[in-house]
Each structure stands twice: as structure tokens, then as C-alpha cells.
């Protein structure tokens, strides 16, 4: 189930129902940026993915979601992606995690470093770990395996629809990533598994499964 709201950001607010987890998704920033609240229904924890921006709309849609943050992930540690996570963390003293090869590069020094096949925890509901590896060397993603309907797979800046993340910058590497998003994420997760990026709109693998050999000979 999902359900609409404008939130003056050029795209509407969002609000998804699971099996076990609700996700509100909000467009930040002149970048378009996705910041994604997720919800135990039966506890009511709290989860944040990527303090962008806007930190006072952020805590605003927490207040909202009436559970405790008790975890804010970085997907990886570009500044468009962490601008509010300072003033989040303080304000509600939620613990902070990213992937380990990118916790220098991060304004908040974090309490948990990330790794392939990690499980991160919102109440009772599991987030497992996908290190994505050549936007940045700690990209990371969570995949939340709804047991009654489709994956939900959180990429931050890795993949979109229409490709993988950005590699053109030092430091960055195309044929990492286009391996890790191979090995890691479409030959792991089925077609029906929506993919939620860092930026933009939403896609599945099943829609983008088809052009992998067209991203490999393009190089982007």
C-alpha cells in the first residue's frame, strides 16, 4: 500500500506499508536527494537511511512517524548524502552506522562500521548489508526481505534506474562496481525487487536486469 503527500520538494512525499515495516520516503536538497524513514509495526523503532538535508523536515517526519530513531545509515559518504546527520544524531541521540571503508570520510564519527552480510536491526525487522563497492569504498546498501511480497532493496548512489552510480571521479571505479551490483544484488534478489536510490525515482531489477551487458559495454 502506499499513499502521497506534497512535500514542496518537486516530488511527493511517499508512505509504503509492508509486511512488518512502513517507509516514508522524502525528497530533499537542490539534489533531489532520498532520505527513507523506516518503521517496525511492532515495536515502533526507528530507522533513518541518509540524513541528507533539511534536518528540521527530517526530524519533523520522525515526530510524525511516532516511534524512538534509534539508528541513522549513511549509504555511503558523499556530503549531499549526511548534511543533516550532525544536527539528527543530536537531536535525537540515535547511534549512526556507514560502511567501514567510508567511516573517515563521514561528519559523525560512526558507532557501527558495515560489512558484507552484516544485519542491521529495526525492532524485530532485519536489513541485510550489501557492500557495493566503486561510487566509494564503503557504498553500502540494506535490503529488507518483506516475507509477504518483494524485496526492498535501499542503494543509495549505486544503482538507479538506467545504471550504476557515478565512477568518472578519482578514487571511484566502474568495473568494481559494476561487478558488486552483478554478484551482490542481481544475482542474489529476484526481478520483483524494488530498488530504492539515493536520488530520484524508484526502479526494479526485473526492469533494469536486461540492460546489465548494454552498462558493461558503456562503461557507466
Not at 68 to 75: E, F, G, I, K, P
Not at 106 to 112: E, H, K
Not at 157 to 183: A, W
Request: hydrophobic share 35%; aromatic share 6%; proline share 5%.
Amino acid at each position: 500500500m502506499a499513499m502521497t503527500s506534497n512535500d514542496g520538494s518537486g516530488r511527493p512525499a511517499e508512505q509504503h506499508v509492508w509486511g512488518g515495516l512502513t517507509m516514508w520516503r522524502e525528497a530533499v536538497s537542490e539534489m533531489d536527494n532520498n532520505a527513507y524513514l523506516l518503521r517496525c509495526s511492532r515495536t515502533g523503532e526507528l530507522l533513518l537511511v541518509d540524513a541528507a538535508d533539511d534536518a528540521e523536515r527530517l526530524l519533523r517526519l520522525v515526530e510524525g512517524a511516532g516511534g524512538d530513531l534509534r539508528t541513522v545509515v549513511t549509504t555511503h559518504q558523499h556530503w549531499d548524502h549526511h548534511r543533516a546527520l550532525a544536527e539528527v544524531v543530536a537531536a535525537t541521540g540515535a547511534s549512526t552506522a556507514c560502511g567501514a571503508d567510508d567511516a573517515d570520510g563521514m561528519p559523525v564519527p560512526p558507532d557501527r562500521l558495515l560489512a558484507q552480510g552484516d544485519v542491521v536491526q529495526v525492532g524485530e525487522v532485519s536489513l541485510e548489508v550489501v557492500h557495493l563497492r566503486g561510487h566509494t569504498p564503503g557504498s553500502v546498501a540494506l535490503a529488507y526481505r518483506d516475507p509477504d511480497g518483494p524485496t526492498q532493496l535501499f542503494t543509495g548512489d549505486s544503482l538507479f534506474p538506467g545504471g550504476v552510480g557515478n565512477t568518472k571521479n578519482p578514487g571511484q571505479s566502474f568495473e568494481s562496481l559494476i561487478e558488486d551490483v552483478t554478484t551482490r544484488v542481481f544475482e542474489v534478489y529476484d526481478d520483483d525487487t524494488v530498488v530504492w536510490p539515493g536520488h530520484g525515482a524508484n526502479t526494479t531489477l526485473g526492469v533494469e536486469r536486461p540492460h546489465l551487458p548494454e552498462w558493461r559495454a558503456r562503461g557507466w
